[in-house]
């Protein structure tokens, strides 16, 4: 373990220590750090890919775990998405070129009548962080929203929040439209907000309710496992 | 400094406050996303049989109905130049129902949180935020409240600048946080560090303590936290009446006014000495807490165990105080930044 005093040098460390000192500025949410090691890694020839899933996507998993299990609290996670984001920006363009795999894309929002969003925009980023395409919604979202924008962006799962017990029967309207639509399995339903739990997720017909961001990037990440699974069959 | 709410702990060991604002309001017709605030002016006669309701039900004091009352909720629905209004009006109707009442109810002012995230790691900073509450809190003062009321508070920099604008205009302050990630609040404060906290705040409160969060018993353990580390302060409980069950297509809350009832007396030996309830307590539930209350001599604090055993199970393993050393630790390489 390097001494706190030390000055390290990102161009000087290997790329595999490289990697993990990644890690763990993106868990102590370096900004500057994160956007220098990304450029390292491009220059050395790494794909962008790779420095998507091997230091951004990795080191968010970490910082994921932690939120779940009560070690980092909301304030932490914030600072260690913005610094992803500082990476992503450099990696988006760069993922379009060069026609990397996609994880998967998300619609998400807020459901109508309810307007909070902490919740729902930690959700978003901690998506991003996984390398998940995410279109957010916003506020207040009916259903017309919701069944337009998973149409048009070709989603594979749809998101939805609700911090009020008043709100949280609107994603059964949801829900009910597109199985009258005729369009409910295609699309992964997860559902999340403070007053809800899993015994509702599954009262109203959502795939699976989520309690926490962390989880929420879990859980999508094995529908999808299983949606490729079941499209290569 | 003295004002109505301390004259009254002089004179009793405990003081009932009142139950829902939301959720009440919720089954007198508001819609979901109507800002609750605008009913202060639109239907007045609707907050007053709120108010009315919990003071018949035994409440000694009220909350005025201006939780989303600074300008940064307000501006969700375009009324953010109402602010002043609205909280004037919100503690004019709480007044006047406590002024009719045949014993001293007290009016505080309702206080919630801004919503945004403060810097640096989200955009409001604490000089605006301070400006934006004391515009409520001016409201809330000259339409009658006796003191400030901040609840479901997850910050230390939120609850800092609500106690900024107190001090500013020499209005006293109760302030409550609300402790529901795995024991601290969503930013992270245990019931110990606010206990600290609540010593250095720009004013010191009159009371403090917990309330919303995941129901009672997770409200009790923090208590415990408070009345632990600050035996002598004033200590607020004022939990959600149990937790939110889907049924038949609507939300209802299962806490019976029976198990509000014990956690009121378990709250009086936890040391609590203002006790009320949050999310979906109704009146009924409230006269059984009087009614417990009044009887109930207090006897040593309770164990983790009894308040297991007597109104249910914590939704966390513990309360996010104690020795974090059996947490994995992650194996640091270094930080390039002091």
Redesign the interface.
Known sequence: MADEEDDIILSALSDDELVLQMHDDLYDGLKDEITEGVNILLERGWTPYDVLTKALVEGMRIVGIDFRDGILFVPEVLLAANAMKAGMFILRPLLAETGAPKQGKMVIGTVKGDIHDIGKNLVGMMMEGAGFDVVDLGINNPVENYLEAIEKEDADILGMSALLTTTMPYMKVVIDEMTAKGIRENYVVLVGGAPLNEEFGKAIGADAYCRDAAVAVETAKEFMEHRKHNQTA | MTNALSRLLETRDWIMADGAT??NL?AMGL????PPELWNVDYPDRIRALHQGFVDAGSDLILTNSFGGTRYRLK??NHQDRAFELNRCAAELAREIADKANRPVIVAGSVGPT?E?FEP??TLSIADAIIAFEEQIKGLMEGGADVIWAETI??EEEITAIAQACANLDAPLCATLSF?????T???VTSTGYAGLQQSLPSLPVAFGANCGTGAPDLLRTVLGLTETSPDAVIIAKSNAG????VD???E?DGTPELMAEYARLARDAGARIIGGC?GTKPEHLVAMRAAMETHVPIARPALEKIRSRIGDFS?QDD?TGD?SA??K?????????
């Open positions: 939301g959720t919720f819609e979901a996303g109507e969700l629905h919503g995230i790691v989200g997850s910050s529901d990630t795995a024991g601290r969503m930013m992270g937790i939110p069950k889907y297509g609507v939300i809350y999310c966390s996010g974090q947490a994995p992650r194996e640091r390489r270094g930080r390039r930044r002091a």
